[in-house]
């Protein structure tokens, strides 16, 4: 799956879901609020669940978001595009 095609399948299904530029990157976001973007190296995406921010981070090439360099922002998980299979599921735990 893409980033596109993801973004796409999630505005599409639920009305809250839009789209923006935040952090000089594209973005999709609830109420108008980021809750993920394209990265990069992959899909961006804000995990508030403890168990599920752990299984992305476990993830081989997954990485915090750090655009200050140094401070990563909590929650927030970089998973690389070799893991796109798991995108939709971490995308849908972001916008609930």
Sequence with gaps: MT?????DALIHRYA????KRLFGMECFTVNGKAVGGRA??????KLTDPALHAEA????GSHAFDP??????KQWVVVPTEHSAQW???AEAAIS
């Design 57 to 60: 981070m476990a993830l081989a």
């Design 68 to 73: 200050m360099g140094g401070r990563p922002m």
């Design 16 to 19: 809250h879901v839009g789209t």
């Design 3 to 7: 980033y596109d095609d993801l973004v």
């Design 88 to 90: 939709a599921r971490l």
């Design 40 to 45: 990069d190296d992959g899909l961006l995406v």
